[in-house]
């Protein structure tokens, strides 16, 4: 099935079979879907508790940054004015930073950011860093995320964990192994499902002690160098901070997802195996199965065989098609924002005959649904509408409601398809 674009340039971006052309800047004049590295990194560090976060920048940077998988978080910032640009800004940013350790003095640390505009003076936020960190008396961790800085979100997700190794390095110290132990790295609490994953684990007798960042603050960072095992669910945003860990802390860490049934229990599998309790997981996974069975297979019925198109944002897209898979639905498109090559291997190895497409644009998506008119559109909130003018039911992810992780989260994801494509409204059109 060809699909055409409007740009010779997009041709390898978009293939019926093997991977696309990936990791590289967006073709210029091309309407993408991305984000800036910016927020790239808000998407990571916004989550963490007790923390100051500074944005050294216009005004408009933190009104940006503020919102993060629809939830509101503090955020502050210098204001950069015409004169500031013009005669630099960094007394205002060191004044700004010792203004809000006052306002806040329980916060435990501050993170400043520079963007766009700070960057394109140079003004050196680390040099300001070290001048100020004496004076407030706390942790002050410089984040440099300017729009150039990388050609999508996925390099600010690299650049926050940098922030974060840095912290481990200046003020975490390896704490003694505590046993049956772990830390949850990429996973950011979307609807509540830090909680269902630490449920889970805690039935077989694993206790998570950080979850970066969804359940995370400075008190759990330190704990978490006493972690045996780091669970890696995102390598997007996880897999440097899971790397540093392993090499500083003596930390391993395993690939898991808790996304679909086959995921969920072979990642359990992996677990129990590393830590020696393989006899209680048959158990647990037994037991979780029979609670959601009957309504599972209820809902299963009315979606199997169901068209659908995928585009997502980057390194789950593996994970999630298999889930999507697993639910019974005919994957016709999966496509990702800023996806690399491990990304649309595991994809690929998943659909063997979908089209992937990598930095997707309307333009390419409204082709997409004219041709294959699917059943079901599983994307961003910036598709939602477009695939509603189609007359193309629209499943949200990350989602908003509940959550879609292990056995219950499945059932929700599965429960939530069969009401966007049964909706009685789509028989109006």
């Known amino acids: 099935m060809a699909i055409k674009t409007f740009l010779e340039q997009r041709q390898g971006h978009i293939v019926q079979s093997g991977i696309p052309q990936c990791s590289r800047p967006t073709i210029p004049g091309v309407m993408s879907q991305r984000a800036c590295t910016y927020y790239g990194a808000r998407w990571v560090l916004a989550p963490v508790r007790n923390s100051t976060h500074i944005v050294h920048a216009p005004a408009d940077c933190a009104y940006y940054g503020q919102n993060v998988r629809k939830k509101n978080y503090l955020i502050l910032s210098t204001d950069m004015n015409e004169k500031d640009v013009i005669f630099g800004a960094h007394e205002k940013l060191e004044r700004c930073i010792e203004e809000a350790a006052k306002i806040f003095p329980e916060h435990s640390l501050i993170f400043v950011y520079s963007t766009c505009t700070s960057s394109q003076i140079g003004e050196d936020i680390k040099w300001v860093v070290e ?84 359940d995370c603050d400075a008190d759990l960072m330190q704990e978490s160098t006493s972690a045996a095992l780091n669970l890696l669910v995102c390598k997007s945003s996880g897999l440097l901070l899971a790397q540093f860990m392993r090499e500083e802390y003596s930390i391993p860490f395993v690939d898991v997802s808790f996304y679909g049934l086959s995921n969920t229990i072979d990642s359990l599998k992996k677990i129990s195996k590393f830590f020696g309790i393989e006899h209680k997981v048959e158990m647990v996974i037994s037991e979780e199965y029979e609670k959601i069975r009957d309504k599972l297979e209820k809902y299963k019925k009315k979606i199997f065989g169901k068209k659908a198109v995928i585009l997502l944002g980057g390194s789950r897209i593996g994970f999630m098609a298999g889930a999507f898979k697993e639910a019974g639905l005919e994957i016709c498109v999966c496509g990702s924002q800023f996806g690399c090559n491990i990304d649309y291997e595991a994809a690929r190895f998943e659909l063997p005959s979908a089209l992937l497409i990598d930095d997707f644009n309307c333009a390419e998506i409204e082709e997409i649904l004219l041709r294959i008119e699917p059943d079901v559109f599983i994307g961003g909130t910036r598709e939602w509408y477009l695939a509603h003018k189609f007359g193309v039911p629209f499943l949200v992810f990350p989602q908003e409601t509940k959550p879609y992780a292990c056995f219950e989260g499945f059932l929700n994801m599965c429960e939530d398809l069969f009401k966007e494509i049964h909706a009685p409204v789509w028989r109006l059109i």
């Open 131 to 214: 001048r100020v960190k004496e004076k407030v008396q706390k942790p002050v961790i410089p984040v440099e995320v300017p729009g150039f800085g990388g050609f999508s979100q996925s390099d600010g997700h690299h650049i926050a964990q940098r922030a974060i190794i840095s912290y481990l390095s200046e003020y975490c110290r390896k704490e003694s192994t505590k046993p049956f132990s772990v830390n949850i790295i990429g996973e950011y609490n979307v609807a509540g499902e830090t909680l269902v994953i630490k449920k889970l684990l805690e039935k077989i007798g694993i206790k998570v002690i950080c979850s970066y960042t969804g």
